[in-house]
């Protein structure tokens, strides 16, 4: 297995509230000035993307509480995907008891929250998960297929038939979503997919919605295809810093071949 982590508070942005959880590793709140790239022989683990909420102190700290909520469950993996759910959505609801802890005791970050994406690396098969917009892909030759679903209201759009899913990237109501792992316990809804085993090794590309927002589809191709995992992200965070102010957001994203 290889993954390559990458996290940074992008061209306009004083802060990065955004957080990668990667096998047992954390990076948080913090800018890297390039992709770090872990191997481990351990055929298992669990990935996160993770988007903090609620202002530069709430994001970064509601975004760590997630990390840190992975990283206290951070055990073997070799379960199957139908347990690996019941675990991610336990890691989830303890991390909306730190949260809701933490607001109890200052409650000017009653709006933080995060979204997050990921995968889990499970015995029989990779289990893809996200809450909010975070988002997942898997690499097929030249080309991405996302295998996430957002909670939020222009994923809604979209499904409607009302925009298509470029137009969800530059939508006005694109920041608005309907799920995240907050102090309330209402607001979790976690989307799962499941993609059994098979033969050869398998791409996965997860990244914070401020990646996908300042790239299209075609350009994220672009700057994966064809090549090794580093030199793909060293590419695709080249280009965002590239954008200038037009990239608005944080940006983090996670390589993973398995």
């Not at 989830?92 to 995060?114: E, F, P, Y």
Request: glycine share 8%.
């Amino acid at each position: 297995m290889k993954a390559i982590m990458y996290s940074y508070k992008g061209p306009v942005r004083e802060h990065n509230e955004d957080a990668v959880f990667a096998a047992g590793n954390v990076i948080s709140g913090c800018s890297m000035l390039n992709p770090a790239e872990l191997n481990t022989e351990t055929p298992g683990g669990c990935f996160a993307a993770i988007d903090g909420m609620g202002g530069y102190e709430g994001g970064e700290k509601a975004a760590r509480l997630v990390a840190m909520s992975f990283l206290e469950d951070a055990e073997d993996w070799d379960i199957t995907m139908k347990d690996g759910k019941d675990r991610i959505n336990n890691i989830l609801k303890n991390a909306v008891r730190h949260i809701s802890d933490t607001v109890a005791v200052k409650s000017a970050l009653a709006s933080m929250g995060a979204a997050l994406a990921g995968i889990a690396l499970c015995a029989d098969g990779v289990l893809v998960f996200n809450c909010g917009d975070c988002r997942v892909y898997r690499q097929q030759g030249e080309y991405l297929e996302r295998l996430s679903h957002d909670h939020s209201v222009v994923q809604e759009l979209c499904d409607r038939g009302e925009i298509d899913e470029d137009a969800m990237r530059t939508h006005p109501a694109k920041n608005r979503i309907t799920a995240c792992v907050s102090a309330d316990l209402s607001f979790l809804d976690l989307y799962f997919r499941e993609v059994r085993k098979k033969q050869g090794t398998q791409r996965f590309f997860f990244c914070s919605d401020g990646v996908w927002e300042a790239l299209s589809i075609d350009e994220l191709e672009s700057c994966l295809a064809g090549k090794s995992c580093i030199e793909a992200a060293e590419a695709l965070s080249g280009r965002l810093l590239e954008l200038g102010e037009a990239c608005r957001d944080n940006v983090s994203f996670v390589i993973v071949e398995a």
